[in-house]
């Protein structure tokens, strides 16, 4: 084994912090978080040792999806700053050793976009065929049964014209044609203007989803998933823009890309961040995403540690040498990860966030942390659906309420599943709005923020946030960077339900990482010689790995042979 088939890249042993910037710090009291806020805290995150930030949408927006409907790529939204603002914190970043990773939204644009408004404005405006417009069916009805993440189907009619758009998420979020190169154009110069100002990369919001067959074919799918995903996510078409993207903008750069790609199997995984094929550098996958629920059917489902396992580690094996892994337990579109496959009760908050930080983080690939997980921030529960923001919420309680579910169970799935729980702003300290805002913040605050902020976790040695700073540095180290970053990988006992180990191995080095995600104790024996613990979130001695009693949600990383 050796990486001489790989090249070395710096994203390789990269760690990267998510900001979703209404939700990160605000500055001028207005409720909402905002750049200048950001820039506030470079130096938390510095001290935290990521050195990327994946930053959610900042554009012009009317904020329809919360910035995920960008009316103008090339401006900054008023509530977030200003263009200087941006300049100030890419620079600022930068000064930090910090690289600033943007979102790029080109599936779909706002319908406020001049490019929609020009579009929509006649059948034979220039701009007519830069979004999708489809005749109607015979009887009148829409040009194909596809459905939609926001609404029930993935069109809008639009009387003057006569003719239905397609949308594949709100019907403020007009889907672009990729198939026209004007448009493709359009989004090249504007990744140029950008990526010239020094950017680290993009992350490309459902990148899978840019190339739609060009018959427009009726899903026959319909018990998973969003109806027509299997003609729009990951049609070969995407490889083809993905490649002349790379080609026109991205090999001018040294960049990180990472596309974003529900629906998606460890094979796509290899067509998109293979190096030789010149796509991405990786993509976030979402098989665990699913493992607890049918999002689309809105059932919860149990968490299942065993398939859990097969899952990381087809992934691990299936991409090792032959593409590129990110890790990630949560975004902004996903509950708290202590809360969801952890234990968020006061007793094992902290050691079961550690544990999932432990799994993850020893795993090849480059890892991502979203803002607040680093501090064991947890969902918030909330008591009806008017304290709910996400139109994805609200969509998904009406589908609940359509079906006869009665509502107390609607409210528990949203209470497990809502995307809100991420958005809840990030828990600075103990002041009023826990410091996040002087004003009133535009999502509630969790009540816990007295018990569960960064000024705590700072201060105390043994929290969860110096926990990552360790993982993070063991990541970059001389001693053990290798082996994390390019190691082999082998799971080890696939069919146990409680305990997650697996071997790491390179250059005569193997990690043995070992987790416990159970509540109760597990004796386990491993048939190696242990030379020394490197990590362990219990403070409790380990003298050997043979009959060795895991306590609740205890984690090790062992140096052995
Ligand atoms: O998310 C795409 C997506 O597939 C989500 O709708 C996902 O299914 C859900 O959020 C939770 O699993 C991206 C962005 O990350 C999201 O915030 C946007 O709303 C969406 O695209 C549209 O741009
Ligand atoms: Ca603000």
């Given at each position: 084994m050796s990486t001489e088939q790989l090249k070395r890249r710096w994203w390789h042993n990269a760690v990267v912090y998510q900001i979703y910037p209404r939700s990160f710090n605000d500055s001028n009291g207005d409720g909402i978080g905002d750049i200048p806020g950001i820039i506030e805290k470079l130096d938390y995150i510095k001290q935290l040792g990521a050195n990327v930030i994946w930053l959610s949408p900042v554009y012009k927006s009317p904020m329809d999806d919360n910035g995920y409907d960008i009316s103008d790529y090339m401006d900054i939204a008023p509530e977030f700053g200003t263009m200087e603002d941006m300049d100030e914190l890419i620079a600022q970043a930068d000064e930090r050793g910090?690289?600033?990773?943007m979102d790029l939204v080109a599936n779909h644009t706002s319908d406020e976009h001049p490019w929609f408004i020009e579009s929509k404005s006649s059948k034979d405006n220039p701009k007519r065929d830069w979004y999708i417009w489809k005749d109607p069916k015979e009887d009148g009805s829409e040009p194909n049964n596809w459905e939609s993440f926001f609404t029930p189907k993935a069109w809008t009619f639009d009387e003057p014209s006569g003719q239905y758009y397609c949308h594949l998420f709100s019907k403020k979020q007009p889907d672009l044609n990729w198939a026209n190169p004007e448009v493709r154009d359009a989004i090249y110069s504007m990744m140029h203007f950008w990526l010239k100002k020094g950017l680290g990369g993009f992350r490309m919001d459902v990148i899978n989803m840019i190339g739609k067959p060009s018959d427009y074919p009726?899903?026959?799918i319909?018990?998973?998933?969003?109806?027509?995903?299997?003609?729009?996510s990951n049609n070969l078409l995407v490889h083809q823009y993905l490649r002349e993207m790379h080609d026109k903008v991205l090999s001018h750069y040294d960049v990180l890309t990472v596309g974003e790609t529900p629906f998606t199997t460890t094979l796509d995984g290899r067509y998109y961040s293979h190096p030789?094929?010149?796509e991405v550098s990786m993509i976030f996958h979402f098989e665990h995403m699913s493992i607890d629920r049918e999002e689309h059917n809105a059932v919860r489902k149990p968490f299942d540690l065993v398939e859990f396992k097969s899952i990381m580690s087809k992934w691990q094996d299936d991409l090792y040498q032959k593409g590129w892994n990110s890790?990630?337990?949560s975004n902004h579109d996903q509950p708290r990860a202590v809360s969801r496959y952890g234990c968020d009760s006061p007793e094992y908050r902290v050691i079961s966030a550690k544990m999932l930080g432990t799994a993850l983080h020893m795993m090849s690939g480059t890892p991502y942390i979203y803002q607040g997980e680093e501090l064991g921030m947890t969902n918030k529960f909330f008591a009806s659906i008017d304290e709910y923001n996400d139109l994805m919420a609200k969509f998904h309680y009406q589908k609940m309420m359509g079906k006869g579910i009665p509502e107390q169970d609607a409210l528990d799935?949203?209470?497990?599943?809502?995307r809100d729980h991420a958005r809840v702003p990030l828990q600075w300290n103990t002041d009023t709005n826990a410091g996040f805002t002087t004003g009133t913040p535009w999502l509630a605050i969790n009540e816990n923020y007295v018990?569960?902020?960064?000024?705590q976790a700072i201060s105390d040695d043994n929290s969860i946030y110096h926990y990552y700073r360790n993982l993070i540095s063991l990541r970059k180290s001389d001693e053990y960077g290798d082996v994390i970053v390019y190691g082999n990988h082998k799971i080890l006992d696939e069919n146990d339900a409680e305990v997650y180990a697996y071997l790491r191995f390179y250059d005569g080095k193997t990690l043995l990482v070992v987790a416990n995600f159970t509540a109760g104790n597990q004796t386990r024996s491993y048939d190696f010689q242990l030379k020394k613990v490197i990590v362990n979130n219990y403070e409790d001695d380990c003298s050997s790995i043979q009959d060795i009693t895991l306590k609740p949600y205890q984690a090790y990383i062992f140096n052995v042979e």
């Open positions: 910090i690289k600033i990773v009726d899903a026959t319909f018990d998973s998933g969003v109806a027509g995903w299997e003609h729009w030789d094929r010149n890790l990630y337990w799935f949203l209470n497990y599943f809502s018990d569960i902020n960064a000024e």
